[in-house]
């Protein structure tokens, strides 16, 4: 029974993402966007990474979301959204698509790159919590850094000039 | 100590965002300046272990994922050297945009220290994304439509190198379980043959590291990032930061992980070689000054990349040799771009003439950039180019270096054309009352333009230091 | 089951590369990078849960996720401002010589 949930959802993860793509009005076509993280959540939840598919649903569905939402509304220009025909100009453009899928599952099938892995017996302190604040606190530094960097640059770029 | 490195520039942003009010600011300059210092003056405690045991004892062993060799301490210092440089351009804009400026400047000392010293290959992801962020917001900071595409069209490109290069650590784990260089070399040099998933790994890691450092045929963003913005950050990307960043990523992969594939060392090599003859033709029809430079610098790091992928000892060392040179002739040279556009008001090659009456330092010290770029002996780009040139010799790349001599000579050529119109020819009516640039372009263009003279000079001592501490 | 989840990472990564190429609105490229970015999460997931080593994968999975939004971020910031510039949200603006 959890294969079938697994593979469904799977399905319905492209499916969004192609939604998403193929939508004509770009705050639906966020929306969609953030099916498919609410779908990746339960994913990987079902996949046994509850602690990432928290982090997916909060940043990527919520946050990421709401970036969005402003920068469209900041970038609201009415008249550019009445060109005719723009739709089915986007629809043409994807039919090559099924054409490059079917090419790239050939070179697979024909390739067969292996999937091989290692697998390792885990540690008895092999949680989460343990990996990113012990082993890989180089990391957490870099992530401190990166979002200070963003709030500089955040800061920076949306600041109205206040002289001319 | 390596902590020191990540530590010491966060200080300094804590310092300036709490301590700095309104009349405070124009100090940022300042703490800038003294990080860089540091930086550098560590670098140099830790090389010529100079005051005992001080720095060993003050060690902060909190990150126990670092790392610095001699290589590395070259790297850092070389940064170091560049961030003071874009910093003395600097001094006299108006308080805000150096606060602003400094801020952005320690984050990315930060990322690139980070990924100099790292032996994670994840690590240096995340700090190749530090860098990388720090580096949209400065070229964005202008807010002038060109900035602005320059740095979304590298935003785009970066973004995707990045998920290329995650693509590729996450087969890495699935094939090998660790993601330590330590652990990869060991697994990678356990393997009979290369697996048809590692090759396809090791396809999605070098597209990505050649985005992110510029090379041909990814070079698309290189122009517009190195020529929109303002003239510091000019100076600081094409003199450091995707040289600390891509290219440095390259040349440790090659030297840590990859010395026994062979695969991996013969694509990079003909990248090497493409991007050298690419950058040099595609900069002699340049009209803009920068965009020129842009294109040299691709060609430049085409050297880079074919000394690392020689794989020898030799071949390494006149890769980091040519990166601290290129550092300093190829900032050298935009600076002083800079201050020829800020002093006429024209980037345009085919309107500057004859500015050597007028701005004497510039061109002289512009002079002696070109001939260094150009490989003249002996002056350090000399030295980098032979050692390099005979590095490929030796290991079996004959074309590549008979190539890679050509270009050097035609590089020669077209600059000895440039620098004899641009500052040594008539002067043109227009530019009778052009007055040397302003202290902080001239200092730093005399700085970089003696030490480029001293190492050409005092090489062969380098090279007894270097082989004394056991490279090679 | 593992053969199927590589062909959706797979049939993602297309997805979203071809979204990329062919789309002409500034904020849509965004909306690939983000697809492109789910694919590679799912990649993560399922190597953490192949090899056993959920915690490192999941470690790297949040890093990932954390550092995207903030590209994210300064990337609507510029696509906020290159509007102000010049109300229009087309690429080929960008992508032509700028002279």
């Known amino acids: 029974m959890n294969n079938t949930v697994l593979y469904i959802l799977l399905g319905l993860l492209v499916f969004s993402a192609l939604l998403s793509a193929l939508i004509k009005n770009t705050m639906k076509a966020v929306i969609a966007l953030a099916a498919a993280s609410v779908i990746l959540t339960v994913i990987m939840f079902l996949m046994g990474a509850p602690l990432a598919a928290v982090f997916e649903l909060s940043v990527a569905a919520g946050l990421i979301t709401a970036i969005f939402a402003s920068t469209i509304s900041l970038t609201d220009n009415p008249e550019a959204d009445q060109e005719p025909g723009k739709n089915k100009k986007r629809m043409s453009r994807y039919i090559y698509l099924p054409i490059i899928i079917v090419i790239v599952a050939g070179i697979i099938f024909i390739m067969k790159p292996g999937l091989d892995f290692t697998s390792v017996t885990s540690a008895t302190k092999d949680t989460v919590q343990n990996t990113i604040w012990h082993v890989r606190n180089l990391d957490i530094a870099g992530q401190i850094l990166v979002i200070l960097a963003g709030v500089f640059g955040v800061v920076i770029l949306f600041k109205e000039r206040s002289k001319n | 100590m390596p902590t020191l490195f990540l530590l010491i520039p966060f200080i300094g942003i804590v310092l300036l965002n709490l301590f700095y009010t309104k009349k405070l600011k124009k100090l940022a300059f300042g703490t800038g300046i003294l990080v860089t210092l540091i930086q550098m003056f560590m670098v140099c405690a830790i090389v010529f272990q100079l005051a005992g045991n001080f720095f060993t004892a003050i060690e902060i062993k909190y990150f126990i994922n670092l790392s610095i060799d001699l290589y590395a301490a070259i790297i850092l210092f070389t940064i170091g050297l560049i961030a003071f440089i874009a910093l003395i351009i600097r001094r006299h804009s108006d308080n805000e945009e150096i606060f602003n400026f400094t801020q952005l400047i320690l984050i990315i000392m930060i990322g690139m220290n980070g990924v100099v010293m790292v032996t994670d290959i994840f690590s240096l992801y995340v700090f190749l994304e530090v860098t990388s962020i720090a580096s949209f917001v400065l070229i964005a900071k202008k807010k002038e439509l060109l900035a602005l595409n320059g740095s979304f069209k590298y935003l785009l490109m970066s973004s995707i190198a990045t998920l290329m290069i995650l693509t590729a650590v996450a087969i890495f784990f699935m094939t090998f379980g660790t993601l330590s260089y330590e652990g990869l070399a060991a697994q990678l040099s356990a393997t009979a043959e290369v697996s048809s998933q590692i090759v396809l790994a090791i396809i999605f890691l070098v597209t990505g590291l050649s985005i992110k450092a510029g090379l041909v045929p990814f070079h698309m963003w290189v122009p517009d990032a190195y020529s929109s913005p303002s003239a510091s950050v000019s100076v600081l990307l094409a003199g450091i930061v995707t040289k600390a960043g891509g290219v440095y990523a390259i040349l440790r992969l090659l030297m840590d992980v990859f010395p026994q594939v062979v695969i991996i060392q013969e694509v990079f090599a003909f990248i090497g070689i493409v991007s050298i003859v690419v950058g040099a033709l595609l900069a002699i029809g340049q009209k803009d000054f920068k965009k020129m430079l842009a294109y040299s610098s691709i060609s430049q790091i085409g050297y880079i990349i074919v000394g690392a992928a020689c794989g020898s000892p030799l071949g390494f060392l006149g890769a980091f040799l040519h990166f601290f040179n290129h550092a300093t002739f190829k900032s050298l040279l935009f600076v002083n771009a800079s201050a020829v556009e800020a002093q006429t008001g024209y980037k345009d090659l085919d309107k500057l003439q004859g500015l050597a009456g007028r701005m004497k330092i510039t061109s002289w010290t512009s002079v002696i950039a070109f001939l260094s770029t150009a490989g003249i002996p002996p002056l350090s780009g000399f030295w980098s180019k032979v050692i390099i040139i005979v590095a490929l010799w030796q290991v079996g790349f004959i074309p590549y270096a008979v190539i890679a001599l050509l270009a050097s000579i035609l590089t020669l050529a077209y600059f000895l054309i440039l620098q004899r119109k641009v500052f040594f020819g008539k002067t043109s009516a227009e530019f009778e009352n052009t007055k040397e640039a302003n202290k902080g372009f001239t200092s730093a263009s005399m700085i970089l333009a003696i030490i480029t003279v001293l190492v050409g000079i005092g090489f062969p001592f380098i090279l007894n230091f270097l082989m004394n501490k056991g490279l090679f | ?99």
């Open chain 3, 1 to 99: 089951m593992l053969t199927v989840i590589f062909l959706i990472v797979v049939l993602l990564y297309i997805i979203g590369f071809y979204y990329l190429i062919t789309t002409r609105n500034l904020i849509r490229i965004l909306i690939a990078l983000e697809v492109l970015t789910k694919g590679i999460t799912l990649t993560l997931i399922y190597v953490g849960k192949v090899t056993g080593q959920m915690a490192t994968a999941q470690s790297m999975a949040i890093t990932l996720i954390i550092i995207e939004v903030v590209v994210l971020a300064v990337a609507a910031g510029i696509i906020v401002n290159i509007f102000n510039h010049t109300d229009s949200l087309d690429v080929r603006e960008i992508f032509r010589k700028n002279k």
